[in-house]
């Protein structure tokens, strides 16, 4: 994540005068996408030492606008920058050090540049430090400072931050545990469309943990998420269908959003689809599906898939146990 920011014209004049009207030329040839006029303006200015110049210099360089892709140019041009006190290119060369790319690999490097860049009020530098200390990356793992990186970030409206933070209050982890504190954070983030945000808000609403037990704002943040493919969202959209909880009870949309799960690979959604097919619940009675998805939650080790296949062999003929065997390879082949 690049926390790049274009830069406007009259933060530029009311900074730095009419002295940086190259500058300013320069931006608007890239703003427009002319690239190599651009680079016709930045390169003198960068090379005399201007850091917003040398900024953008770089910038061009690790995506390859205007000027062949390459990540050690973008970094050389990025720490010119950011010994100047340039915050965004302070976090832009603290990422590099944290990918490894055009720059070894360097965790201890990233939280230097980071921390930088946090302290001038970047958001996305604050919750990339977070990140660090609440890994243990470059740093001495501390979940408390972690935590009040976060919340710097967070109360900016960064939405990664606010998860973060959510999360950290929903497991007592660098904070008392606080389902309401929890609540409060995911729902920032949710309602700015994180779909982990939202499934883990819909999650608090199911267990009635920091907020009021409403099955009906569950299955809104569950079905929020699930639209974005979370398919932990989606499994449990299922189950509120299957079960009517908070929706109307409704097979076949239990069995569409079993479905969706289950083709990203989720076992219990597998093992449930497995069972609608077999009972013929939401979709026409099918052992021969019934057996291909027990096949391929059994082919995880599951013993309750294993007997559900067992249970259903006895009825079927050897032509369809084959066809369904074949099903499940196919599957397992693909994913």
């Not at 100047?84 to 302070?90: D, E, F, K, T």
């Not at 490097?109 to 921390?115: D, F, H, I, L």
């Not at 200390?133 to 001495?140: D, F, N, P, Q, T």
């Not at 199911?206 to 943040?221: L, M, P, T």
């Amino acid at each position: 994540m690049h926390a790049f920011r274009k830069i406007t014209l009259i933060v530029v004049l009311l900074a730095f005068g009419q002295a940086w009207g190259g500058f300013y030329e320069g931006f608007e040839h890239y703003d427009q996408g002319n690239y190599e006029l651009a680079l016709q303006e930045f390169r003198p200015l960068a090379e005399e030492g201007n850091a917003f110049a040398q900024l953008y210099l770089g910038l061009m360089y690790e995506t390859g606008q205007g000027v062949p892709q390459d990540d050690r140019e973008a970094v050389k041009w990025w720490r010119m920058s950011a010994e100047q006190g340039s915050a965004v290119a302070q976090f832009n060369l603290a990422g590099m050090y944290a990918r490894g790319e055009g720059v070894p690999h360097d965790d201890s490097e990233a939280v230097k540049w980071y921390r930088l860049a946090a302290m001038t009020g970047l958001a996305d530098a604050q919750y990339s430090l977070g990140n660090l200390y609440a890994k243990g990356l470059g740093i001495e793992q501390n979940l408390k400072v972690a935590v009040y990186w976060y919340r710097k970030a967070a109360e900016q409206g960064d939405v990664q931050a606010q998860l973060s933070l959510g999360i950290l209050y929903d497991e007592g982890r660098g904070v008392a545990r606080d389902y309401s504190a929890a609540a409060n954070w995911y729902k920032l983030a949710a309602e700015q469309g994180d779909p982990r945000a939202q499934y883990n808000l819909g999650s608090l609403y199911a267990s009635g943990q920091g907020v009021e037990k409403d099955d009906v704002q569950a299955a809104n943040w569950y079905r929020r998420a699930a639209d974005q493919g979370d398919v932990l969202a989606q499994y449990n959209l299922g189950i509120l269908f299957d079960a009517g909880r908070g929706v109307p009870q409704d097979d076949r949309q239990a069995v569409e959003w079993y479905r969706r799960a289950a083709e990203q690979g989720f076992a219990d959604a597998q093992y449930n689809l497995a069972i609608m097919y077999h009972e013929g619940m939401g979709v026409p009675q099918d052992d021969i599906e019934a057996y291909k998805w027990f096949s391929i939650v059994a082919a995880g080790g599951n013993t309750e898939a294993i007997s559900g296949r067992s249970t259903i062999a006895r009825t079927m003929s050897a032509t369809q146990i084959a066809e369904a065997q074949q099903l499940a390879s196919e599957w397992l082949r693909r994913h």
